[in-house]
């Protein structure tokens, strides 16, 4: 596809625009303020006094948005266009209240409960006292933090700098943006290790709804996650063999590890990229070595740093309470419950395909590995392919982890649109549901997946079940 003319650019620029500017009128009326009521059905929002505008404006404002970003998925007239297009998409977002969640009040209480000396990995930010533990929805009340000791300090930062609650969002927001601005300042530099246009990469990334909509209108924390790994990629793969920079590079890594746990499984694809020369066995373990020693030290020190230790991996068992048919194994173990419950069983069957999937996520990360290292080891090429089948090889994998994780919300799939969108030659099979994802959560948090739940699981299973077989007849077993 070429990319579009101007007059087309143009459209789609202030399209998107109208639709930033619903976006914030619509959390105005009715986002995830803080005293607005919790868990509200889409039928009982519709009935509030100002339930039908808020609703008509979050529609018309998400489909203008995400049709504007759709409408020149081949490319943007240049990067600068995308750069300053997306800017300017984001302006009205940055004044919005939180958007499509309210995870951002979880973070205040954790960085209140931490700056108050309470280990907030033992102690629930309901049980630590925070004064804010109303606007918390309810099933992280009592719920230790899930987020590594990184993000836990940068929390406590934006409590002790914003004094009260609006003060700390704008705080954790202005945390956001830092790390959006971190990521578009690395893409470039990654669009051309890739072999990629970047007014294509850029505009696909950081254009895309579900990153101004969640990383900023929503105050999430993977915007921070995401700047910090890109730019441990980038300079891994400008620096490779080179000792001090890699052990920098695997330090951010390692950043972006204890902000959020997700990150790790880019650090196998990073080691590989490590490697100057030809991929051996020998080298592999002498660059990726000191890569995988930065990283460490990150983790080790920040931990000791912060005096939390490792409590944070406990708080990780605790992010599937929810269950989603958002989530493909929770859907397929929902279906299972459902019919099951129509011959009298009850098989409780989510535990169980959460935990298939979760071996098979480890299985397809190896084998995504392989591939790679298989990959390289066979190039004629070595420092373009180990660019390209570096960031191609992370981006699959947090693909598979989205894919594959016991739960799902709509800001996950910012993790595999950034580094797919610097490498993918089809786009279609990811846009399309990083799009769709944006739809998913109204202006006040409330989930549309929690209140579609049964037609939910039964149509996840069914497309679940139409990809299989799709594969199976692209790729016939051989005889």
């Known amino acids: 596809m070429l990319p579009a003319g101007p007059v087309r650019a143009r459209r789609a620029r202030y399209a998107g625009l109208a639709g930033a500017v619903l976006l ?19 039928p009982s929002i519709w009935r509030a006094p100002a339930g039908p505008a808020t609703l008509t404006c979050w529609l018309i404002g998400t489909a203008l948005l995400v049709g504007a970003w759709w ?21 009205p977002l940055l004044a919005a209240p939180p958007l499509g969640s ?23 930010v309901a049980a630590a006292g925070c004064p804010w533990v109303d606007a918390v929805a309810p099933i992280w009340r009592d719920t230790p933090a899930p987020y590594g000791p990184v993000f836990v300090l940068l929390a406590a930062l934006a409590v002790s700098v914003g004094g009260g609650l609006t003060g700390t969002i704008v705080a954790l927001r202005v945390i956001a943006v830092a790390g959006l601005l971190l990521a578009a300042f ?49 300079l891994v793969i400008r620096r490779p063999g080179r000792p001090a920079a890699l052990f920098v590079a695997g330090a951010l890594l390692g950043l972006a590890v204890t902000v959020k746990a997700t990150a790790v499984v880019v650090a196998p694809f990073a080691a590989l990229a490590a490697v100057h020369g030809r991929h051996t066995v020998r080298a592999l373990l002498r660059d990726g070595g000191w890569l995988a020693g930065g990283l460490l030290a ?61 071996l098979l996520l480890a299985v397809v990360l190896v084998v995504l590995w392989w591939r790679a290292w298989r990959d390289l080891r066979a190039s004629g090429d070595p420092a373009l392919a180990r660019q390209w089948v570096t960031l191609h090889g992370a981006g699959l ?19 595999p649109l950034v580094l797919l969108a610097l490498t993918a ?17 109204l202006p006040d948090g409330t989930n549309l997946a929690r209140f579609t739940k049964a037609p939910g699981a039964v149509a996840m299973t069914a497309l679940l079940l139409f990809v299989l077989l799709h594969t199976l007849r692209r790729h016939p077993r051989p005889r």
């Open 71 to 91: 409408s020149l998925r081949a490319g943007a007239p240049s990067g600068r266009w995308a750069y300053v297009t997306a800017g300017l998409w984001l302006l």
């Open 397 to 415: 994998a947090l693909a598979a982890t989205v894919v594959l994780s016991p739960v799902f919300h709509p800001w996950y799939a910012t993790w």
């Open 186 to 234: 690395c893409l470039p530099g990654l669009a051309r290790a890739a072999g990629v246009p970047t007014r294509r990469a850029a505009w696909l990334a950081l254009a895309a709804p579900v990153i101004g909509v969640h990383l900023v209108g929503g105050v999430h924390n993977d915007a921070v996650m995401l700047g910090l790994l890109l730019c441990g990629l980038l």
């Open 298 to 358: 990150a983790l080790l020190v920040t931990s000791a740093l912060s005096g939390l230790g490792f409590g944070w991996v406990g708080g990780l068992t605790r992010s599937g309470d929810s269950e989603q048919w958002t989530s493909p194994p929770t859907a397929v173990g929902l279906v299972v419950d459902y019919a099951g419950a129509l011959v009298g069983r009850d098989p409780r069957a989510v535990p169980v395909t959460r935990a298939v999937a979760l």
């Open 102 to 124: 309210r995870d951002v009040y979880s973070y205040a209480c954790q960085g209140w409960t931490y700056a108050h000396g309470v280990d907030p990995y033992a102690v629930p």
């Open 425 to 441: 030659a089809r786009t279609t099979w990811f846009l399309l549901p990083a799009g769709a994802a944006t739809f998913l959560a």
């Open 24 to 42: 914030t009128v619509a959390g105005y009326l009715g986002g995830a303020l803080p005293d607005a009521p919790l868990g509200s059905a889409p």
